[in-house]
């Protein structure tokens, strides 16, 4: 606890940091007062069967992403997501698309292009999600609307007030990233899931204490303990670097000599980081929003696919998280291009032919490290599910895996690590009583 106080008196001493995380606190306080502000003409009182929908299974999750926001039918109900969704859609053209790959090579001129790219896609995604958002709406609290207005005069200027609030929320956003501390799009995702911790937290505790059977208060000891556990293993996700013992033989400069510096490829076990979950979640989306546009619920695999927790849906989505990993290392990695790099600077693998040769075996090493890594992932993504079956409370379990526990996990890491270097570079302690932060893990959740 000292240790703690000394570091906040640390970081209010540095003047730099300290207007920095005001302003950080500022911008974050307008994004949540903003969850609560409802759209012009709804009676917040007559929401209660929107926020029945949002309690639990897929929807749940989209609530708890908007940090209560589309439960409340707030202007920003359809929070930052939209533009993550544009933000995915553009890293894969730039791999794909010799365009964009072309663009991404031009430094700060074709980053600012492919930004202005990103938010004209986040505009049409919103064009699209905002009418799809207020039809279920109306679906749900058609009485909420105000008296003498029809939905069809009101779903136009809707329209427009939802896409306008998420794009404010990016603007925040980007004034967090450049005025205040840490990556901005990311805080605002992480404020928006940590925002329901406190409620879920105490209901659990409530739920256990109130449990005749199940183990009441030494069940809740469990599953903190489990939970400690799980947050150690994302940590290692997020943060973990492992060196692939693929060694070479590099010249020594200025020597004729071969051998003596033996070196590793650093090769990502976690190459693909959280991306897989969250290109797997986003597919498993599909069929609710196909329920909202038919009247067919009755068969039992739409409902198990509806149901985050039913064993159906886990095993596709374990099936989609592997298949992602597999493929988002696939086009970020470019073993022929390791391979010519590593030519051009007189290294070689011992045993392997410089080339194509060596470009096949780094795959061949890729392939092989990236099964376990998916697995890993897939467990974490799995977990909130695996919780449900020991009774702990739906918005409780999303914390014990799964993007959401990922996301918070790389938020913190990234925002300790910042303050820590402005703290660094005025000669204080770092934050951790176990040395620094680690560098080189993922630097954001996006």
Known sequence: MKKIIETLKNCWSVEDLRTRLLVTLLFAAIYRFGSFVVLPGIDPTQLTKLQSQTAGGLMSLLDMFSGGAFSNASIFALGIMPYISASIVMQLLAVAVPYFQKMQREGESGHKKIQWYTRVLTIAILLFQAPSYLFNLKMQASQALATGISWQVFMIPATIILAAGSMFILWLGERITDKGVGNGISLIIMLGIIARLPQSF??????????????????????????????????????????????????????????????????????????????????????????RYSSDTTSSVVRQLLDNTSLLYNIVYVVLIIAFTYFYTAITLNPTQMAEDMKRNNGFIPGVKPGKDTAEYIDTIMSRITFPGSLFIAFIAVMPALAGLFHVQQGFAQFFGGTSLLILVGVVIDTLQQIESYLLMRHYDGLLNAGHTRQGGMPSAY
Do not use: D
């Not at 256990?208 to 469990?222: E, K, N, P, S, Y």
């Open 202 to 291: 105490f209901q659990e505790v409530t739920s256990r204490l109130q449990a005749v059977t199940g183990g009441g208060l030494i069940m809740f000891i469990v599953e903190i303990i489990i939970l400690y556990a799980v947050v150690c293993a994302s940590i290692l996700l997020v943060q973990g670097t492992r060196k692939v013992p693929v060694q070479y033989a590099k010249r020594l400069v200025g020597n004729k000599q071969y051998g003596g510096a033996r070196q590793y490829i650093p090769l990502k076990l976690f190459a693909a980081n959280v991306m897989p979950i969250i290109f797997a979640q986003a597919l498993m989306f599909i069929p609710l929003a196909i329920v």
